[in-house]
């Protein structure tokens, strides 16, 4: 009697503790679908705490006369605070810039972002630090170069020679246009605002600018609206573990100063954040 008194003792107890864990795993499972998230540019989302990582793949688009080119980038940002966080991202933009040279341009960033914020909107301002780096593996004056001994034969009877060397002049200035939009190696710094609303329990808008310094003496403005869909309202597992999950769609417009470069660029991403 004494050993069934210990096991029932035994078998209670071990009910309780299971029956606890389960409430707390509930009560966890309740929490984080609460949690109220906002989406922001660059794939990353204000959490008020924890780590956000997003990335995103898209087209660039330089100049008219420049070819386009893939892009990509990845973000990673820790919340500190309902306020403060701090991340890195990494952006790359690859292809064939023109017939001539094929290009690499990599750029690495550190930023601190302060944040206001409420349960439907969040607005922040972030200063950085860039480091931009291009790998271009065919030089144009190089490939002119073997083609040079061609063009340097002129005939009297050659009536178009004035017209094919304006045509080939002003594709030099545009094709040169093209090569100055990646000429950014070394540090550049920067200032950024940005938010984003949540219109409905669904959808969001977000919207950002950056205005930043390269030390090739050049400034750069960047605007990036965007919309995001909130993916973790319909995915269960999303909505049992993780504080966010959102898809977003972003065009971006940069402009470049000081570079004698007329028109704008463009880039356009599609990426997906995920917050733990």
């Known amino acids: 009697m004494r050993y069934l008194f210990l096991l029932i003792a035994f078998v209670f107890g071990w009910s309780a503790s299971f029956a606890a864990d389960a409430v707390d795993s509930l009560a966890s499972e309740n929490k984080l679908s609460e949690i109220s998230t906002v989406p922001l540019p660059g794939q990353t989302a204000y959490m008020e705490q924890g780590l956000s990582f997003g990335m995103g793949f898209g087209v660039y688009d330089p100049l008219d006369e420049c070819d386009c080119m893939g892009a ?48 439907d909107f969040d607005l922040y301002v ?20 073997k083609k040079t001994p061609s063009k ?36 550049s710094i920067g200032l950024g605002l940005g938010g984003g609303y949540n219109l ?26 965007g919309v995001a869909f909130n993916l973790r309202e319909v995915w269960p597992w999303a909505k049992r573990t993780l504080r966010s999950t959102w898809v977003s769609f972003e065009i971006g ?7 004698d470069i007329d028109g704008w660029s463009n880039v356009f991403f599609l990426g997906i954040q995920f917050g733990a």
Not at 129 to 141: D, P, V, W
Request: net charge negative.
């Open 200 to 225: 409905t329990r669904y959808f969001s808008v977000t919207a950002g600018t950056h205005v930043e310094y390269n030390f090739s003496k050049a400034f750069l403005l960047n605007i990036v609206p």
């Open 72 to 119: 990509w980038q990845v973000q990673l940002e820790y919340f500190y605070s309902d306020w403060i966080s701090g991340g890195a991202d990494v952006r790359f933009f690859g292809g064939d810039l023109d017939r001539d040279a094929m290009i690499m341009y990599q750029r690495y960033r550190l930023n601190v972002r302060l944040h206001k914020a409420s349960d």
């Open 152 to 187: 340097q034969q002129h005939y009297w009877w050659d009536d178009d020679d004035e017209g094919t060397v304006e045509a080939d002049s002003l594709e030099e200035r545009e094709n040169d246009d093209c090569q100055k939009l990646f000429t950014l190696d070394g540090f």
């Open 253 to 259: 417009a940069l402009k470049t100063f000081n570079n």
């Open 126 to 145: 972030e200063p950085f630090l860039g480091l931009e780096n291009t790998s271009i593996s065919a030089f144009r004056k190089q490939v002119r170069g």
